[in-house]
């Protein structure tokens, strides 16, 4: 029995039984987007990019939030946190463990072990909307400002 769930196979299988006759488009690249770090990770202000659509526990958050990127304190603790995400696969998986998918507390670990040099003081989270044009255009373009302004050098990117 396999321990893991088969994402890719079941995009396609929803994507075919819903009537499309195109396989849904992976994004690829050619080269790997990725730069060697700048100093050891021990040295490094890590910041952390997530699609869990979080928001704070009983404060009033805009209608609009989810549809654009965002920023929530890295300092905010985990039982305050919770996700919006509604499309996720609830047989396979739960959001309950705050840290599963938001690794925030284990980072702060980190940072106090001398794993990584510092946790950023912001964490970013952008909404899953399945368009790469958006994603290279609009989100990735804003999440870089952003975690340029926190001085990141290290992004651990998390999605649900």
């Known amino acids: 029995m396999t321990s893991h ?21 992976w994004a690829h690249f050619d080269t790997i987007p990725f730069t060697p770090l700048p100093r050891p990770l021990a040295q490094c202000r890590v910041g952390l990019i997530t699609t869990s659509e979080m928001v704070v526990r009983n404060e009033p958050t805009p209608d609009d939030l989810a549809r654009e ?49 510092s946790l950023a003081p912001r964490f970013h989270v952008v909404y899953t909307e399945y368009s790469q044009r958006k ?17 990141v050098e290290v992004a651990v990117l998390t999605a649900v």
């Open 5 to 25: 769930v088969r994402y890719i196979d079941k995009t396609r299988e929803y994507y075919a039984a819903e009537g499309y006759s195109k396989p849904y488009a």
């Open 69 to 117: 990127v965002y920023s929530l304190a890295t300092d905010i603790p985990v039982e305050r946190l919770a996700s919006r995400k509604a499309a996720y696969d609830r047989y396979a998986t739960t959001l309950e463990d705050i840290d599963a998918h938001v690794p925030l507390t284990h980072l702060m670990q980190f940072a106090s072990e001398g794993r990584i040099g």
């Open 135 to 151: 994603t290279m255009e609009v989100d990735a373009p804003e999440i870089l400002k952003r975690c340029r302004a926190d001085g």
